[in-house]
């Protein structure tokens, strides 16, 4: 599959890229941040602290830049991302702790929303002129309006006046009755459940209208084409001829998906800061706040590497779903 | 014309065979309302068992759309506004044709006709292959379908057989439309569209993307399974020269309308209508004497501004006055045979019809060589 | 930040040259006269904002500084003269938000601008010379499409010094750097449709500068991509630009809407119901994003008419694959004029 070697080197590549940019943005940044870090922190940290950031980022000693960058290279290949200055942790321990909250509400809302607006893209495209169909240009309103904003209306709706869910949070610590305990227990899981419902809606109603749209569209051009006339004249059933052309429609969504994927995650991830739900978007937000950039950048690098990810599977979907892709380059 | 009881196999005039299909003043329009254009305009021909009759005329002539109409399977904004459309339907069992009117049946009785009695041949196999799906399963799942009681290893079988009717190894039942050359594409889609034995074919510029030598080769193919399995075939093209050899019958179309229609030789050796004649002159003949080729000044008009009159008479180098104010009906022409129809007003008797236009029928000494039937 | 996606960026990459119009008869439908309602409204929406924006900060009823009394530290409710009430400072806000749509459509467009450019720069570029030019310029494009932008924006422009930061050029500009691969893409893939037309071949084959073939033949037949990408861009602005305010990031001088609603968030406006404080902001983005994206709707239905989602033809006929409708008429002859 010489394609998929293709693209495998395109990921090593974007991944060094990545790592690359994630040294040089603190050392661009004006003032040189990361100094003015180190010498604000200089009272607060322990010596040994200062000292294992100092070789993370061989600022101390009198290493040249490129020397400096093959430490961190070297580091973060390791596992090593370094200490959080704000936090007193290794970055690792916080990515630790935030990334399965940011992964199963992100995660698996924008998997939902791919799923249903594909599915609901694929049924507006068939009936074309039906009823969903006629609904299409309304997703625009969702389409275009910025996750935050959106996850705002919701929150005043349904959080504030209507009191359905709690406005913030991940889950509640306390309430008059329960003490929660976090792990496999009822009252917790509930908990989550129910501080996730708003968050969730906001991530699925923001990204779904993409979905819909581009499947809407792929399905109708698809469906202009001679084989699926072809599967209509023979006289198979009307659902192996809408698979026949959902199956080819889906082809150019997924590709697609490599475009979109960093738009919809950094969008989602900052809903996390409208309900201060736990993960690294809200994470990163109070890094920035306060000038953490170990942490920053520990998550910057850990953001990017899932896209990439994303894509590969993408990439992958891609090859085992169109025969023509894979022996093509 | 248009209720379902007109309906009758009329005496056959010049062939014994029984009808297959039978169109008569089909009307279909692009649109609806106000902003529809009409297509194809009272076309009316019959098609007997086993006849190949050859559809020519420019693009956008109509004649694709009048093959799409025919089947229903004419796409949005396409709307049939007249006419009817009765396909004689061989029973099973050998006993007398059930006829149905076409254009009143429901997708039901209509996937009970489509390929299995009347199947289809794409210009573009290319396009009209599902690219992500194999051979095999493109070719069983209208087995599968309309031979419910076929075991999974009878269809491949019969997949394996078909494939082998049209020249292709077994081999290639695993590959992917991409895999495979222009030339056996087509023929896979020839191979499709016999799967179920069909008493009707029709193919829409089947060989129109191939060149010359696969094309020469396919329709080779072509006609030696008819001869075997005895499909009647509308063979649709522009180029009239491969009609020459493999129809019976010839239409003309123009602007949405047959204007000549007759024995293929027949229209070879006297073509009554100018445009014939044209089409005629816009192809080297490959035996007989130098023509000049001169083809046919000017391009078809637009379905939005159609010409009065015959529709034909801005391009006519022998248009008079009532050509443009009359249209002319598809008529017998004076003194023809009988199996000749043309819509000329230079035909109807009333004028002596320039030279090349009235050549005596019984001259055939030009192309007879190559001549089908 | 919008999830605008892939069906207003342009075409997916297999299917580019089903975009060029024209190309395939068969596809052609023969009502084409709609009118493009979608245009309209969104074209009218996003130019009273344009207008708001150019006006606003003339008309707004209280200067910045102006508070409307001194006694109060809770916000007022929209009354008579306040037509937004106030905030806690007793500030006016409707004066805030006419203000704050300058700063806030300025930078949208501003970086939708840059990015628009840059994007055609790299796109054309890329499509037009292929070869090695091609694999770097889609490889990077390819990379700037899986960096986090907004995330990075934040890292990179919170450290900059106050005045660039209230700088309307430096932050369109780091705007617009996060997000002119999106169009690059769309434009390489009809660049590379294009390249292969008659009309190019054969001003190639005339002997046609590059330069000149590209601005000339090409760059044309581009326009419609470009003005998707560009409006994309701008939403894509908009969108970052006031998150960046809302997130605390960027301050301007002279207030944005996502500074009004990062005021109101600093302040729990939401927990204690000063919905006039954050409501109008937070419609007003929604409402020119809308505006926005109606318009990209309709250009994405002039660079591909089979998308449009009217029915062709009239009311009572339906149509289905494979079951072409037979409607009788009345008169043979069709219909009169």
């Given at each position: 599959?010489?394609?998929?070697?293709?693209?495998?080197?395109?990921y090593?590549?974007?991944?060094?890229?990545?790592?690359?940019?994630?040294?040089?943005?603190?050392?661009?940044l004006?003032g040189?941040?990361?100094?003015?870090?180190?010498?604000t922190?200089?009272?607060?940290?322990?010596?040994?602290?200062?000292?294992?950031?100092?070789?993370?980022?061989?600022?101390?000693?009198?290493?040249?830049?490129?020397?400096?960058?093959?430490?961190?290279?070297?580091?973060?290949?390791?596992?090593?991302?370094?200490?959080?200055?704000s936090?007193?942790?290794?970055?690792?321990?916080?990515?630790?702790?935030?990334?399965?909250?940011?992964?199963?509400?992100?995660?698996s809302?924008?998997?939902?929303?791919?799923?249903?607006?594909?599915?609901?893209?694929?049924v507006?495209?068939?009936?074309?002129?039906?009823?969903?169909d006629?609904?299409?240009?309304?997703?625009a309103?969702?389409?275009?309006?910025?996750?935050?904003?959106?996850?705002?209306?919701?929150?005043?709706?349904?959080g504030?006046?209507?009191?359905?869910?709690?406005?913030?949070?991940?889950?509640?610590?306390?309430?008059?009755?329960?003490?929660?305990?976090?792990?496999?227990?009822?009252?917790?899981?509930s908990?989550?459940?129910?501080?996730?419902?708003?968050?969730?809606?906001?991530?699925?109603?923001?990204?779904?209208a993409?979905?819909?749209?581009?499947?809407?569209?792929?399905?109708?051009?698809?469906?202009?084409?001679?084989?699926?006339?072809?599967?209509?004249?023979?006289?198979?059933?009307?659902?192996?001829?809408v698979?026949?052309?959902?199956?080819?429609?889906?082809?150019?969504?997924?590709?697609?998906?490599?475009?979109?994927?960093?738009?919809?995650?950094?969008?989602?991830?900052?809903?996390e800061?409208?309900?201060?739900?736990?993960?690294?978007?809200?994470?990163?937000?109070?890094a920035?706040?306060?000038?953490?950039?170990?942490?920053?950048q520990?998550?910057?690098?850990?953001?990017?590497?899932?896209?990439?990810?994303?894509?590969?599977?993408?990439?992958?979907?891609?090859?085992?779903?169109?025969?023509?892709?894979?022996?093509?380059? | 014309?248009?209720?379902?009881?007109?309906?009758?196999?009329?005496?056959?005039?010049?062939?014994?065979?029984?009808?297959?299909?039978?169109?008569?003043?089909?009307?279909?329009?692009?649109?609806?309302?106000?902003?529809?254009?009409?297509a194809?305009?009272?076309v009316?021909?019959t098609?007997?068992?086993?006849?190949?009759?050859?559809?020519?005329?420019?693009?956008?002539?109509?004649?694709?759309?009048?093959?799409?109409?025919?089947?229903?399977l004419?796409r949005?904004?396409?709307?049939?506004?007249?006419?009817?459309?009765?396909?004689?339907?061989?029973?099973?069992?050998?006993?007398?044709?059930?006829?149905?009117?076409?254009?009143?049946?429901?997708?039901?009785?209509?996937?009970?006709?489509?390929w299995?009695?009347?199947?289809?041949?794409?210009?573009?196999?290319?396009?009209?292959?599902?690219?992500?799906?194999?051979?095999?399963?493109?070719?069983?799942?209208?087995l599968?379908?309309?031979?419910?009681?076929?075991a999974?290893?009878?269809?491949?079988?019969r997949?394996?057989?078909?494939?082998?009717?049209?020249?292709?190894t077994?081999?290639?039942?695993?590959?992917y439309?991409?895999?495979?050359?222009?030339?056996?594409?087509q023929?896979?889609?020839?191979?499709?569209?016999?799967?179920?034995?069909p008493?009707?074919?029709?193919?829409d510029?089947?060989?129109?993307?191939?060149?010359?030598?696969?094309?020469?080769?396919?329709?080779?193919?072509l006609m030696?399974l008819?001869?075997?399995?005895?499909?009647?075939?509308?063979?649709?093209?522009?180029?009239?020269?491969?009609?020459l050899?493999?129809?019976?019958?010839?239409?003309?179309?123009?602007?949405?309308?047959?204007?000549e229609?007759?024995?293929?030789?027949?229209?070879?050796?006297?073509?009554?209508?100018p445009?014939?004649?044209?089409?005629?002159?816009?192809?080297?003949?490959?035996?007989?004497?130098r023509?000049?080729?001169?083809?046919?000044?000017?391009?078809?008009?637009?379905?939005?501004?159609?010409?009065?009159?015959c529709?034909f008479?801005?391009?006519?180098?022998?248009?008079?006055?009532?050509?443009?104010?009359?249209q002319?009906?598809?008529?017998?022409?004076?003194?023809s045979?009988?199996?000749?129809?043309?819509a000329?007003?230079?035909?109807?008797?009333d004028?002596?019809?320039?030279e090349?236009?009235?050549?005596?029928?019984?001259?055939?000494?030009?192309?007879?060589?190559?001549?089908?039937? | 930040?919008?999830?605008?996606?892939p069906?207003?960026?342009?075409?997916?990459d297999?299917?580019?040259?089903?975009?060029?119009?024209?190309?395939?008869?068969?596809?052609?439908?023969?009502?084409?006269?709609?009118?493009?309602?979608?245009?309209?409204?969104?074209?009218?929406?996003?130019a009273?904002?344009v207008?708001?924006?150019?006006l606003?900060?003339?008309?707004?009823?209280?200067?910045?500084?102006?508070?409307?009394?001194?006694?109060?530290?809770?916000?007022?409710?929209?009354?008579?003269?306040?037509?937004l009430?106030?905030?806690?400072?007793?500030?006016?806000?409707?004066?805030?938000?006419?203000?704050?749509?300058?700063?806030?459509?300025?930078?949208a467009?501003?970086?939708?601008?840059?990015?628009t450019?840059?994007?055609?720069?790299?796109?054309?570029?890329?499509?037009?010379?292929?070869?090695?030019?091609d694999?770097?310029?889609?490889?990077?494009?390819?990379?700037?499409?899986?960096?986090?932008?907004?995330?990075i924006?934040?890292?990179?422009?919170?450290?900059?010094?106050?005045?660039?930061?209230?700088?309307?050029?430096v932050?369109?500009?780091?705007?617009?750097?996060t997000?002119?691969?999106?169009g690059?893409?769309?434009?390489?893939?009809?660049?590379?449709?294009?390249?292969?037309?008659?009309?190019?071949?054969?001003?190639?084959?005339?002997?046609?500068?590059?330069?000149?073939?590209?601005?000339?033949?090409?760059?044309?037949?581009?326009?419609?991509?470009?003005?998707?990408?560009?409006?994309?861009?701008v939403?894509?602005?908009?969108?970052?630009?006031?998150?960046?305010?809302?997130?605390?990031?960027?301050?301007p001088?002279?207030?944005?809407w996502?500074?009004?609603?990062?005021s109101?968030?600093?302040?729990?406006?939401?927990?204690?119901?000063w919905?006039?404080?954050?409501?109008?902001?937070?419609?007003?983005?929604?409402?020119?994003?809308?505006?926005?994206a109606?318009?990209?709707?309709?250009?994405?239905?002039?660079?591909?008419?089979?998308?449009?989602?009217?029915?062709?033809?009239?009311?009572?006929?339906?149509?289905?694959?494979?079951?072409?409708?037979?409607?009788?008429?009345?008169?043979?002859?069709?219909?009169p004029?």
């Amino acid at each position: 599959m010489p394609l998929l070697i293709r693209r495998a080197g395109f990921y090593l590549l974007a991944a060094y890229a990545a790592l690359t940019l994630n040294f040089f943005i603190p050392r661009m940044l004006p003032g040189n941040a990361l100094d003015a870090v180190l010498t604000t922190m200089r009272g607060e940290t322990t010596p040994q602290e200062l000292a294992g950031m100092a070789a993370q980022y061989g600022i101390d000693s009198k290493q040249s830049l490129m020397a400096q960058y093959f430490t961190y290279v070297a580091h973060t290949l390791s596992g090593n991302l370094g200490f959080s200055t704000s936090k007193q942790v290794p970055v690792t321990t916080v990515l630790g702790g935030e990334l399965p909250w940011t992964i199963g509400l992100i995660g698996s809302a924008t998997v939902v929303a791919f799923l249903l607006g594909t599915l609901i893209g694929i049924v507006a495209g068939w009936k074309r002129g039906g009823l969903i169909d006629t609904v299409v240009p309304v997703s625009a309103f969702f389409q275009a309006v910025p996750y935050f904003v959106l996850g705002l209306l919701l929150l005043i709706i349904f959080g504030v006046d209507l009191h359905w869910f709690p406005i913030g949070g991940g889950y509640d610590a306390t309430s008059r009755t329960v003490t929660y305990i976090q792990g496999w227990n009822w009252p917790y899981v509930s908990s989550v459940l129910q501080h996730s419902v708003l968050p969730a809606s906001t991530v699925v109603l923001a990204s779904i209208a993409g979905w819909i749209v581009g499947m809407r569209n792929m399905m109708i051009t698809t469906m202009d084409e001679d084989y699926v006339l072809v599967a209509c004249a023979k006289g198979l059933p009307r659902w192996r001829t809408v698979a026949i052309a959902a199956r080819n429609a889906i082809l150019p969504t997924i590709s697609n998906v490599t475009l979109s994927i960093s738009l919809v995650v950094t969008g989602a991830i900052l809903v996390e800061v409208v309900f201060n739900y736990p993960g690294v978007g809200l994470e990163i937000f109070n890094a920035v706040q306060s000038t953490d950039y170990p942490l920053i950048q520990g998550i910057l690098l850990v953001v990017t590497l899932a896209v990439l990810a994303a894509n590969l599977i993408a990439d992958f979907a891609y090859a085992a779903l169109d025969p023509r892709s894979r022996r093509e380059a | 014309m248009s209720t379902a009881t007109a309906i009758d196999a009329d005496a056959a005039p010049w062939s014994p065979a029984q009808p297959v299909l039978e169109v008569r003043g089909l009307n279909v329009d692009y649109g609806a309302g106000r902003d529809a254009v009409r297509a194809v305009n009272e076309v009316t021909f019959t098609l007997r068992r086993g006849e190949v009759l050859g559809l020519a005329g420019e693009s956008g002539s109509g004649k694709s759309t009048l093959a799409y109409a025919i089947t229903r399977l004419l796409r949005a904004p396409g709307v049939i506004t007249g006419g009817e459309v009765v396909f004689h339907q061989p029973s099973a069992s050998g006993g007398p044709a059930r006829t149905v009117d076409l254009l009143a049946a429901d997708a039901r009785e209509l996937a009970g006709i489509r390929w299995v009695d009347l199947s289809m041949v794409f210009q573009s196999a290319m396009h009209a292959l599902n690219p992500v799906a194999r051979i095999e399963g493109q070719l069983t799942d209208v087995l599968k379908r309309h031979r419910p009681d076929m075991a999974p290893a009878e269809r491949r079988a019969r997949a394996i057989e078909l494939l082998g009717m049209v020249g292709i190894t077994p081999d290639r039942l695993s590959s992917y439309p991409h895999e495979l050359s222009g030339g056996m594409r087509q023929r896979v889609m020839i191979a499709m569209a016999l799967a179920l034995e069909p008493s009707l074919v029709i193919m829409d510029e089947p060989t129109t993307a191939l060149d010359v030598v696969t094309q020469r080769e396919i329709l080779d193919e072509l006609m030696r399974l008819r001869e075997r399995l005895g499909f009647a075939v509308i063979f649709i093209t522009h180029d009239l020269s491969l009609l020459l050899e493999l129809a019976d019958t010839i239409a003309i179309m123009y602007a949405g309308q047959l204007v000549e229609s007759a024995a293929a030789a027949d229209l070879l050796a006297a073509p009554r209508h100018p445009y014939s004649l044209g089409l005629l002159n816009s192809f080297p003949a490959l035996h007989g004497e130098r023509v000049k080729m001169t083809g046919i000044p000017g391009s078809p008009p637009s379905l939005r501004a159609m010409p009065t009159g015959c529709k034909f008479h801005p391009r006519c180098p022998h248009a008079f006055e009532r050509c443009s104010a009359e249209q002319p009906a598809l008529l017998t022409p004076a003194g023809s045979r009988g199996k000749r129809t043309v819509a000329c007003w230079l035909q109807t008797g009333d004028r002596v019809p320039p030279e090349p236009l009235g050549r005596p029928e019984g001259d055939r000494s030009q192309d007879l060589a190559v001549g089908g039937h | 930040m919008t999830a605008l996606d892939p069906a207003l960026v342009g075409p997916p990459d297999g299917s580019a040259s089903d975009l060029l119009p024209g190309l395939s008869p068969r596809r052609s439908r023969a009502t084409r006269r709609m009118p493009p309602a979608k245009v309209l409204l969104g074209g009218i929406v996003t130019a009273f904002f344009v207008l708001v924006a150019l006006l606003g900060p003339l008309v707004a009823p209280h200067a910045a500084g102006w508070v409307a009394n001194t006694s109060s530290g809770t916000p007022q409710p929209p009354s008579g003269p306040l037509w937004l009430g106030t905030d806690n400072m007793q500030h006016d806000l409707f004066s805030q938000l006419l203000v704050g749509s300058r700063s806030t459509l300025l930078i949208a467009f501003l970086a939708g601008a840059i990015a628009t450019v840059l994007s055609v720069a790299v796109g054309v570029t890329a499509g037009y010379l292929g070869g090695v030019v091609d694999e770097i310029l889609s490889a990077l494009s390819n990379i700037f499409l899986a960096l986090p932008g907004l995330l990075i924006l934040m890292v990179i422009i919170s450290p900059l010094p106050v005045p660039d930061k209230g700088n309307s050029l430096v932050i369109g500009f780091v705007v617009a750097i996060t997000s002119w691969a999106y169009g690059a893409r769309a434009l390489r893939a009809q660049t590379l449709a294009l390249r292969g037309q008659d009309y190019v071949v054969s001003a190639q084959v005339i002997g046609e500068r590059k330069s000149r073939i590209i601005l000339f033949e090409i760059v044309p037949n581009l326009l419609p991509i470009v003005a998707a990408s560009f409006i994309f861009t701008v939403i894509y602005g908009l969108g970052v630009y006031v998150a960046l305010c809302y997130l605390g990031v960027v301050s301007p001088s002279s207030g944005s809407w996502g500074t009004m609603l990062q005021s109101a968030q600093s302040n729990s406006a939401i927990g204690n119901g000063w919905w006039w404080w954050y409501l109008p902001p937070a419609l007003c983005v929604a409402l020119v994003g809308f505006g926005l994206a109606l318009l990209n709707f309709g250009i994405d239905e002039i660079i591909n008419p089979r998308i449009r989602s009217a029915r062709t033809g009239g009311r009572d006929v339906k149509f289905q694959l494979g079951l072409t409708p037979v409607v009788r008429q009345a008169s043979p002859e069709g219909e009169p004029r």
